[in-house]
């Protein structure tokens, strides 16, 4: 199988894959299924592209666990975070704003809109399935390294929030510990961080140049799109967090700022 070709498998399995997590959530009533099913999106790609490739060879193995790992993860936090509660925020506002048109707008601009970024940021899975390169050389490693530096950001300020929420103490208080206290949006920087490893073991693949539209894709999702900008927003009245916002760095970590 070709790259054109596996690309093109791929679209109509994440298609498939949107459309039938459209109709569940039309019958639950909850669109932020969604959140829990991005991460369980890779996982599939992952397991397709090693199925159908013709090039077994421990890059693309190492790739797909890693995907997998991550994808997994990520899906377990936000079903453990979200379990017995309401729709998140954001979709039960577009709810009220889209109105009587909510059920087109969240088809287009809910699941196909993420899967068509789905498709983007998986492109250096793909080029992993349809060739084989041997030899761990810099790139690699440099990208293990990094990959590992995010999954630990992110999976370590996932644990340090749900621990923080889960405390009847904290209840309108304002998370400022642990990695929080570095940048205000670890699991965020860990997310991108992840795909930038990706991409830097994806250095020795053909046509790897295309494939850094995946982490930058991701990183401004995350900045300017549906991660930072959303959840921001949601405290813009917060006097406390406008307090956080001025010490900590809102992505990169870094040192707090003094008051």
């Not at 109709?23 to 369980?40: P, T």
């Not at 013709?54 to 666990?65: E, G, I, Q, Y």
């Not at 936000?78 to 889209?98: L, M, P, Q, V």
């Not at 830097?200 to 799109?225: D, E, G, R, Y």
């Amino acid at each position: 199988m070709n790259l054109y070709e596996l690309i093109r498998c791929g679209f109509l399995l994440v298609f498939v894959y949107m459309n039938l997590l459209f109709l569940l959530a039309l019958l639950i009533k909850k669109n932020d299924i969604v959140d829990i099913s991005w991460g369980m999106g890779f996982v599939l790609l992952a397991l397709y592209t090693l199925i159908v490739s013709s090039f077994w060879h421990w890059r693309l193995l190492m790739v797909v666990l890693l995907v997998m790992l991550w994808g997994i993860r990520l899906a377990g936090y936000i079903f453990i975070r979200n379990k017995g509660k309401a729709e998140d925020f954001r979709y039960a506002n577009w709810r009220k704003e889209w109105g009587k048109n909510w059920v087109l707008r969240s088809w287009l601009q809910v699941f196909m809109l993420q899967g068509f970024f789905m498709l983007l940021i998986a492109y250096p899975i793909f080029l992993h399935g349809f060739q084989g390169k041997a030899g761990f050389n810099l790139a690699d490693l440099a990208g293990l390294l990094v990959w590992l530096l995010g999954f630990g950001f992110e999976t370590i300020g996932d644990a340090q929030m749900l621990r923080f929420k889960n405390d009847p103490a904290n209840r309108g208080k304002i998370m400022n510990q642990g990695l929080w206290r570095y940048t205000r949006h670890p699991n965020y920087f860990g997310e991108a961080t992840m795909w930038w490893g990706i991409f830097f073991i994806t250095l020795n693949t053909q046509f790897s140049f295309w494939a850094i539209l995946s982490p930058i894709v991701i990183t401004w999702l995350l900045l300017k799109v549906s991660g930072v900008p959303m959840l921001e927003q949601k405290y813009a009245g917060d006097n406390e967090y406008q307090s956080y916002v001025k010490q900590t760095s809102s992505f990169l970590p870094r040192r707090p700022r003094r008051k």
